[in-house]
């Protein structure tokens, strides 16, 4: 049984730094990329940034471009996501996910049960 751990959440203000991390468990994941997803109060669930575990190829939402950076430890079955620059719009629940292509929503067969994030001003 796979699961999909995540943790680093908590309170920052705006303008500080998180680094959140995903730690999967049950078996290895080698033929999925692995995704960062957010949902704020109110709105749908986004797509933030995604990595393969193969080639370590990395896609990021236009809006994290620049501040998010997310990485794996192929060793440690753990992907993170270091968050600099946080801005009050980045306050939301965020998620792991693993998936053929999460940057396109596609084949998303595992979820974790997400961490909150919250930027005060």
């Known amino acids: 049984q796979v699961q999909l751990v995540e943790s680093g959440g908590g309170l920052v203000p705006a303008g500080g730094s998180l680094r959140l991390s995903c730690v999967v468990s049950?078996?290895?994941?080698?033929?999925?990329?692995m995704g960062w997803f957010r949902q704020a109060p109110g709105k749908g669930r986004e797509f933030v940034a995604s990595?393969?575990?193969?080639?370590?190829?990395?896609d990021y939402a236009d809006s994290v471009k620049g501040r998010f950076t997310i990485s794996r430890d192929g060793a440690k079955n753990t992907v993170n996501l270091q968050m600099n620059s946080l801005k009050l719009e980045d306050t939301a629940v965020y998620y792991c996910a693993a998936g053929i292509d999460p940057a396109h929503y596609y084949g998303l067969d595992y979820w974790g049960k997400g961490t909150l994030v919250t930027v005060s001003s």
């Open positions: 990595i393969s575990w193969s080639d370590s190829k990395t």
């Open positions: 049950g078996r290895r994941l080698s033929s999925y990329a």
